[in-house]
């Protein structure tokens, strides 16, 4: 177990972690066969259960448990797309039985998610005012976390929301490289844009996940990456899953350049209030540029916001005006799932006492 330090903290990384002691088998199962460094990959010897239960359990019974195990399931599948080279797990990237339980649990999930999303098409040259409507409609816009850090929050709660966006801030690059592959040749230098800003316009020191790392070390927090998911709950886990699936299934990707849309659109605001309140409780005051990761977003992401809709969007509705309502389903799951992921992160920053 790791611990914060830097600016006189101390939060245990499992702390905030909940823990299901009673949960069925099938992460167990998940993971035995993804420590297998001996098996062939095939898969067809494992006797994996189905995922049907489990995705019943979690997406239409809603039961707390299921929904952590589900998306913690989900999450390790993921990965395993994007598993190191030197991993011994990357041999079981097509391992059939693995990849059953993927598609039974994200049918479901997905299938959940867009039930309570009514379909909404984009007119061509109407993009910007349609997500922009969209987005200021919505309870996520402006969610009272980042007032709280603003106005309130103590350095050791600010450092929690550092902690919590590891998993998705460490991924991004692969994110943005996924939403690369087979884009349509107008939006390519948009999306290639947003992938040279991610390794720092070709400057080593200046790479999004280096900057980010400087965050870290500015609060004291070390940690392998399997600590930091260990963090999050379903909300959590969900919020990284959703891009995930998005950005890895080529069914998805008119809903992935919505789901980004938002992304880019609504850091700049919400982490201009969050070095507002880094400012004002102390954090990064004695080392320059530490907080660049985020005052970084707040700049470049507000050019990415506007290139992304005129470059990536409103080509995809012109192109390929049946599928826009597509584009504004993947900003609304987005936008949801930002949603329960910061009442969530929220709720727990509070419940830290000093
Ligand atoms: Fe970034």
């Given at each position: 177990m790791e611990s914060l330090g830097g600016v006189g903290m101390s939060i245990a990384?499992?702390?905030?972690a909940s823990v299901n002691?009673?949960?069925?088998?099938l992460k167990g199962q998940v993971e035995r066969i993804l420590d297998d460094?001996?098996?062939?990959?095939?898969?067809?010897?494992?006797?994996l259960q189905s995922g049907n239960a489990l995705a019943r359990q979690a997406?239409?019974?809603?039961q707390p448990n299921a929904l952590e195990e589900a998306h913690q399931v989900l999450r390790r599948l993921y990965d395993l797309q994007l598993?190191?080279?030197?991993?011994?797990?990357?041999?079981?990237?097509?391992n059939t039985q693995l990849m059953a339980v993927r598609v039974e649990l994200e049918r479901a999930w997905i299938q959940s998610e867009l039930a309570s999303v009514s379909p909404q098409s984009i007119v061509p040259g109407e993009a910007a005012s349609a997500i922009r409507s969209a987005w200021k409609a919505h309870?996520?816009?402006?969610?009272?976390i980042f007032d709280f850090m603003e106005f309130g929050a103590s350095r050791e709660q600010i450092a929690l929301y550092f902690i919590c966006d590891y998993a998705l801030n460490m991924r991004f690059y692969d994110l943005i490289a996924l939403a690369c592959?087979?884009?349509d040749e107008e939006a390519r230098c948009e999306v290639a844009a947003n992938l040279w800003d991610e390794v720092g316009r070709g400057e080593r020191s200046r790479t999004h996940v280096t900057l980010y790392r400087n965050v870290l070390d500015q609060i004291g927090s070390s940690g392998d990456r399997e600590d930091y998911l260990a963090m999050l709950g379903w909300e959590g886990l969900a919020g990284y899953n959703l891009l995930m699936h998005l950005a890895l299934a080529r069914r998805q990707h008119f809903r992935y350049i919505g789901a980004l849309a938002i992304t880019e659109l609504s850091d700049p605001n919400q982490y201009a209030k969050l070095l507002r309140g880094c400012t004002r409780a102390g954090i990064g005051m004695d080392a320059p540029g530490v907080l660049d990761y985020y005052q970084e977003h707040v700049t470049v992401d507000a050019l990415h916001g506007e290139g992304w809709i005129e470059h990536v969007i409103e080509p995809a509705i012109r192109d390929h005006p049946t599928h826009s309502s597509e584009i504004m389903e993947g900003a609304i799951l987005r936008m949801n799932s930002t949603l329960r992921y910061w009442d969530w992160l929220l709720n727990k920053m509070k419940s830290i006492t000093s």
């Open positions: 990384l499992a702390s905030v002691h009673n949960a069925p088998s460094a001996t098996a062939d990959g095939s898969g067809e010897s494992h006797g997406f239409l019974e809603r598993a190191p080279v030197h991993a011994p797990e990357a041999e079981h990237q097509y309870p996520s816009f402006d969610h009272p592959l087979g884009v």
